[in-house]
């Protein structure tokens, strides 16, 4: 079993960073494909960026160029660096944790929110 615990969400003015943490315990996830996904009040849950267990990385639209997704395998933990916020970034954060053969989500954290304020 793994559990992952997301952090580092809160409230930010638009144009400012927050680094979201996705940390994993109960067994290692580098064998893992990772995403962060997000979920606003009223909309469906999207896609926001994934690693892949090789490291190759992809991106939304909507925030290619401003957010950055990275994995630390000392720490188990999985990182979504988000630069210039907008207030269309609000939303409940979430890391998933993935087999690269399988698309559906092994396990997946309690999310964390990010609030941006214009």
């Known amino acids: 079993q793994v559990q992952l615990v997301e952090s580092g969400g809160g409230l930010v003015q638009a144009g400012g960073s927050l680094r979201l943490s996705c940390a994993a315990s109960?067994?290692?996830?580098?064998?893992?494909?990772m995403d962060w996904f997000r979920q606003a009040p009223g909309k469906a849950r999207e896609f926001v960026a994934g690693?892949?267990?090789?490291?190759?990385?992809n991106y939304a639209d909507s925030v290619k160029g401003r957010f950055s997704i990275s994995r630390d395998a000392a720490k188990n933990t999985v990182y979504l660096q988000m630069n210039s916020l907008k207030p269309e970034d609000t939303a409940v954060y979430y890391c998933g944790a993935r087999i690269p053969t399988s698309n559906e989500y092994s396990y997946w954290g309690q999310g964390t929110q990010v609030t941006v304020s214009s």
């Open positions: 109960g067994r290692t996830i580098s064998m893992y494909d």
């Open positions: 690693i892949s267990w090789s490291d190759s990385t």
